[in-house]
Every structure is written in structure tokens, then in C-alpha cells.
């Protein structure tokens, strides 16, 4: 499929130079008229000389596809790895949030539209690090986890994996929160270097995410199949948007898949908007809509169902899927382990394993009792 784009110079040099040849992007192919065709993420764009993709950072110059967003980054910030919909790998734990600019997707209701929509980044933010330099940084505040998200690092792909591959050599994981909206080949590339998935599921329905988020659904749905094949850990989180997907319909078509093709042990994360971008008619979702949704989960016998974007509630909170009993609290931005919670996850009252690892009580606010 082509998606060809002729340049907003005057645009694009706000924020990257037109003819930065920065670095050879990886996953696309040479034609014999000097296009090359991405195979990055599924719009598989073909590119004419001089042009970008419908990403707006992959440009081909003289034949070949250069990443020009390669070490650009917009946001840089220590934070919890709850903030990315992350519950049962690390609880508490401290990660480098990276970020750059433009998207492979258009979601009308973007929470980060500002850095995915290439035209509206204030180049002001942007800055050049290496990967050396985000490996230091991670070091020196002792963080354990670099985590790619924000505007969606699968447009960031080069950058991403050349860092991730050093940062392993130093025993840092890395973290990767992403839409998913990729070819099977980037996600086999991530794979090799990827400890954490975030994926984000838009909604359970095609037409939705060619109207709302101009991708569409089946390689996405694929892509969390490919990773929970893999063995590596990812949870799966549902921006519950108010209006569009606060429906029983959408709650019971996502439990059914994670169900039916990943596993009930998957954790599922029903998070609220917030009004922006171009959805700024509808209010915040309510704490009821993810709650009715993370209680079907429940119900349907998904074992780690949770709310996303809320400072205080019990939806936030590990339970032992088994007797119930509380392991994990989470209040704001703190994380509590409670003393029914083993050292390797399991569930001191009934003896049942949990999914929980790489626990450090060092990351939390309260001793773990082991
Ligand atoms: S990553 Fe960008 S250039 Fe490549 S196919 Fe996707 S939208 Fe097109």
C-alpha cells in the first residue's frame, strides 16, 4: 500500500533537516526508480525520492531510507513503571521514559498528540542524545529500566534497538510501549532486545481503527500473539475512550480475545482519556466505566485485571487470583507489598504462583516481608 507524502519543508526543518542523513533506517527495500519501499509498520509506505512517509520521519534521499529522528529526543524523565501500564513485572520499580516525535498511527483523541503529531512538536523540546548517553543517564539514577514510549517508539525503531542492545550488555532491561501497529518483522527484531511489552489495543473493532486511529486492527491483534509466543512478559492496556469504546461490547470483545488467543493470565489494563487532540467534546472517562470493564474482566476469569489512570481505587491493586488475597497496593504513585506477597510472586496465604516478578522491595514504599 502507498502512502506517499510530498514534503512540508518548511515544516519539517523545524524539527529535523530536510536532508539529514542521520542514520540508514532498517526493514525496507531498494526499487529500481530510486523509491524504496518501508516495511517498518503495515502501511508499508513506498517512497519517492526527496519524500517522507506517512510517519513524517523516514525519508528517502537518493534511494535510500534514512531514520532522521535517530537520537531525538522530546521527553526524557524518571518515573514509575506503573505508568505504563506495567503491574506485574518490576512493581514500583524506577524506569528512563524516552520519547521522540511523529507516529505511525493518527488517533483523533492522541494523549500525546503534541510529540506524535510531527507539526505540532515545539522544536524547542527536541534534543540529540546518543545511546551511550541515555545508558549513562539510566546509570547514574539508578534506574533499572529504559522504557520506550510517549508518541510511540516504533517510529523511533533504529534508535530503539541499537540502544536497547547496548543497555542489555550492561544489564538494563528495556521496556517497550507501543500501538503494536507493526510488521512481524520489526516485531522480531524488538523481540531480540524487548524485556517488557506495553501494547496498547485501541478498541476490538476494524472500522473503529480506520476511522479513529487511520490503522487497522488484524496486525495489531497478530502482533500480541507473536509476542505472547515468544514467552516475553507484556500486559495489554484499552484506552477507554468516553463516547467511543465505554461499551460492554468493546469490555467483553477485548477479554474475549485474551481469553481465547493469549492466555487469562495475561493482565489487562482499562485505562480513562482525558479530553485532547481533536476529542475535546467528551469528558474524562469515569471511574465507574473502567471499573464495570476491569469487573467483566474479572468475572470472565482473566486473573489480573486492573484500571489505568486513576490515583486511588482498588482497581489498581494485585489480588491473588486464587483466595483474594491483597499483594500489591498501589496509592498515587506509590506501590505497597503486602506481606502475603512472596519474594518470587507467590501468594503466601493460599500458596498459589502469580505471574508477579522481578520483585525488589527496594522499589516500593513498604517492606516486603520474606
Ligand atoms: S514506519 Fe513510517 S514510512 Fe515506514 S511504513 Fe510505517 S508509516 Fe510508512
Redesign the pocket.
Known sequence: MS?VYTPDTARHDLHLKWADKTKEAYLYTKNDNGSVA????P???V?GVGN????K??RNLDGILYAQSYGKATHVTIERIETEAIHNYMPGGKILSLGNFGC?LDCDYCQNWKYSQFQYTDPETIHEYTSKQVIDTAIQNKVKILSWTYNDP??WFEFVIDTAREAKKVGLKNLFKSAFFLTPEAVSELLKVIDVFAISIKAMDEDYYTKFTKGWLPPVLANAKQVHKSGIHYEISNLVVTGLTNTNDNYDKMINFIKNELTVDTPIHFTRFHPDYKYMQYEKTPIEDVMAARNRARDAGLKYPYIGNAFESEGLNTYCPECKELLIQRYGLNTYLKPALGPKGECKKCGYKTTVKEIDPSDCQAELAL
Not at 38 to 41: A, G, I, K, R, S
Not at 52 to 55: H, I
Open positions: 502512502n518501508c516495511y517498518l509498520c502501511r508499508k509506505c517512497i517522507v512517509g506517512f510517519c520521519v523516514r505511525n516504533a517510529v
